[in-house]
Nanobody
């Protein structure tokens, strides 16, 4: 059973940076397509960034393009989301997700229904 644990959230000021980490257990992160999602109060969960099984392809939603690079460290079995130039509208609970059954040419995937496993979430609050 794959388990995902996110850390790194917190309360910051607009313009600050945070790095979210997602440690994978029960598998290795280079065997899954993975993504970061977020959910703000009263809103639906939305994708932030995703990385393919191969690690060669990434995808971002427009609001974070160029600000939130996604990456992974296979040796540490960890997925990262580097969050730069944070804005109050980035305030949300951030979730890490993984999907199985991919191959070298699969992904990245942007829909929450595409993912099999989820972390518990970490709160990010950006104050102006």
């Amino acid at each position: 059973q794959v388990q995902l644990v996110e850390t790194g959230g917190g309360l910051v000021l607009a313009g600050d940076s945070l790095r979210l980490s997602c440690v994978v257990s029960g598998g290795t992160c280079d065997k899954y397509g993975m993504g970061w999602f977020r959910q703000a109060p009263g809103k639906e969960r939305e994708v932030v960034a995703a990385i393919s099984w191969s690690g060669n392809m990434t995808a971002y939603e427009d609001p974070v393009e160029g600000r939130f690079p996604i990456s992974r460290d296979v040796a540490k079995n960890t997925l990262y989301l580097q969050m730069n130039s944070l804005k109050p509208e980035d305030t949300a609970v951030y979730y890490c997700a993984a999907r199985g059954g991919d191959n070298w040419y699969s992904g990245p995937y942007r829909e929450s229904n595409d993912y099999d496993w989820w972390g518990q979430g970490t709160q990010v609050t950006v104050s102006s």
